[in-house]
C-alpha cells in the first residue's frame, strides 16, 4: 500500500506543477495532498501535525494569492471589469493554443482587448493589459514557490 500512496503523491505533485501555469488545477491543494499522501505511506512519520498544518495554511494563502494578485495588478493599473474578464476569457483560450506561453499572451491580450472595447484607449489597454500580466506572473511565482518547496519535502519524505 505504501508503493500506491506515493504513485498518488507523484502524480499529485505533476498536476500540482502544471496547475502552477493552467488556471484550472489547483495547484497548492494538489501539492498539499501529495504531502498528506506520503504522510500516509509512511504511518504519519515524515511530517509533524505542525508542519501539515502550516503548509495547510499556507495553500489557502497561496491560493487566496493567486486570485487576488491578478486584480490587484489589474487595479493598480487602472484596469476596468472588461478587461480582467477580458484576461480570464484570453488565459483559457491561450492554455489550447502553445501553453504555457499563451497563457501569458492571452491574458494580457485579453486584457488590453477588453479595456480597450471599454474606454476606447489605447495607452489606457496596454498599461491595463500590463498590471494583468504582472499581477498573473506574480501569481504563478508564488504558485510555483509553493510547489517547490512541497516537491522537496515530498522527495526527503521517500529518502
Known sequence: MTSVF?????LALAGALAGCVVPV??????AFASLVL???????????????AGMAFAAVLVSLADNVLPLLGARRYGASKLSVWGSI???LVGLFIF?????????????????WIDKGEMNRALAAGWGV??????????KLAYVAVA????????F
Do not use: D, N
Open 38 to 52: 506520503a504522510s500516509l505511506a509512511f504511518h504519519w512519520q515524515p511530517y509533524s501535525g505542525w508542519f501539515l
Open 99 to 115: 501553453p504555457p506561453w499563451t497563457i501569458f499572451l492571452g491574458a494580457f491580450a485579453g486584457a488590453v482587448a477588453g479595456e
Open 89 to 91: 476569457i484570453g488565459m
Open 6 to 10: 506515493v504513485i498518488l503523491g507523484a
Open 151 to 158: 516537491l522537496v519535502y515530498f522527495v526527503k519524505a521517500l
Open 133 to 142: 500580466f504582472v499581477g498573473t506572473v506574480a501569481a504563478m511565482a508564488l
Open 25 to 30: 488545477l489547483p495547484g497548492p491543494a494538489l
